[in-house]
């Protein structure tokens, strides 16, 4: 048995070694291409991008304070989504599945879920309720 994993262990190793060697090559182009894909250029063009995005909200707001506000709601509710929804699954395995030979555990289940479905809903209205706040009362 112990032969059979020390030798499953050695495959699997080898294999990875494999997979992971680099060939080198003289080429000019290919140095362009590696550094063109690299994860550094993939931040910085991500970085770019956020700062045209952050400076876009601040003069459509025509302020530094109400832009940076909404850049920030706009992005907790992007994120709340995924976020809410798996504690959501969670509670409901909770409450559903373990629940069933708990009771306790079944009302932590419930508990949490209605604090998930809260922070949700806050989440998705409140850059909604601050656009017509701002944009509606607060200026022309």
């Known amino acids: ?3 059979k994993v020390v030798f499953i262990v050695i495959i699997f190793a080898l294999i990875t070694m494999m997979l992971s060697s680099v060939f080198a090559t003289q ?17 910085i063009e991500i ?3 956020e700062k045209q995005e952050l400076s876009d909200y601040v003069e459509d707001y ?13 992005k907790i509710r992007l994120f709340s989504i995924p976020f809410c929804f798996l504690g959501i699954v969670i509670s409901a395995i909770y409450q559903y599945v373990i629940g069933i030979r708990k009771l306790d555990v079944r009302y932590k289940g419930f508990y949490t879920m209605i604090a998930f479905v809260t922070l949700f809903v806050i989440a998705q209205v409140l850059p909604l309720v601050f656009v017509i706040v701002i944009k509606g009362f607060g200026r022309s």
């Not at 080429?27 to 931040?43: M, P, Q, R």
């Not at 025509?62 to 706009?74: D, E």
């Open 1 to 3: 048995m112990k032969k």
């Open 27 to 43: 080429d000019v182009n290919a140095k362009e291409v590696l550094e063109a894909n690299s994860t550094t250029s993939k931040l």
């Open 47 to 49: 970085s770019e991008t």
């Open 62 to 74: 025509g302020s530094q304070a109400y832009g940076l506000t909404a850049f920030i709601l706009n």
